[in-house]
């Protein structure tokens, strides 16, 4: 994690720095905390979930700028029950925005079980077992955030067909460990319905696949701030599960 977090320092952005800092301890997480505080008058969907899901690494979903992005968000969202940035945006853009956002948002104490009862019947009457097989990280993702946090009649069936899509896309190398385990931190888990993936696995895979620099490849991806963001998900895990 400390070579992890090195090379973060060579390669990312104050926050990513931060970030990075807080996992291995080197400093609070009120500190990157303080650099989200101002969200801007009004900010994008796609911003504030980003927000969210740092708050949510640092394990700092109750603080005070974490209410106003739930405020915000709350107001955002459509009467349909999803979330979006733009009016043409595709169905798997607003159900990869939806799950996550749902998901975050059931992990504060800053939103009412109706937004979420919305969002999971979105979800919900779009479910598709196709929508999680081979390939679709985003949707798997998506379902398993919201679904495994917000109670909801299809919760079950819908957990257990994640759970062996993402089990099958990690054994046939779709899905590395990195991109599996931050499922598993999203949820708040150490086992997920449907699949026999263990933490020990995980992580004993997240250390083979870290570089000689410290930091991680990130598939399809082999900017800075792709390799920034796949070692902070690497170091997010590692956190999580060991």
Do not use: N
Not at 6 to 12: M, N, R, T
Not at 89 to 115: C, H, N, W
Not at 124 to 133: F, S
Not at 220 to 234: K, M
């Amino acid at each position: 994690m400390q070579r992890a977090a090195a090379f973060i320092e060579s390669a990312g952005d104050e926050v990513a720095i931060g970030r990075a800092r807080v996992s291995i301890g080197a400093q609070p997480a009120s500190a990157v905390v303080e650099q989200l505080r101002d969200l801007g008058p009004e900010p994008s969907v796609s911003r504030l979930l980003r927000t969210l899901g740092i708050f949510d690494d640092l394990g700092c979903s109750s603080a005070t700028p974490v209410e106003r992005a739930c405020d915000l968000l709350t107001a955002a969202q459509r009467g349909d029950g999803s979330w979006s940035d733009r009016e043409d945006a595709s169905e798997d853009e607003q159900i990869f925005a939806t799950g996550m956002i749902a998901g975050y948002l059931a992990k504060t104490p800053f939103v009412r079980q109706s937004i979420l009862a919305s969002a999971t019947d979105y979800l919900a009457a779009r479910w598709d077992p196709d929508r999680v097989k081979g390939s679709a990280w985003g949707a798997t993702a998506a379902y398993f955030h919201c679904f495994a946090l917000v109670r909801h009649e299809q919760a079950d069936a819908i957990l257990q067909w994640c759970g062996r899509e993402l089990e099958r896309g990690f054994l046939t190398g779709v899905y590395d460990a990195v991109r599996t385990a931050r499922v598993f931190a999203l949820c708040k888990a150490h086992a997920l319905p449907g699949s026999r993936l263990a933490a020990p696995e995980l992580v004993a895979r997240i250390l083979d696949e870290q570089m000689d620099d410290g930091g991680y490849a990130s598939p399809g991806d082999s900017s800075s701030r792709a390799r920034v963001a796949q070692t902070l998900d690497a170091l997010v895990a590692l956190e999580h599960l060991a």
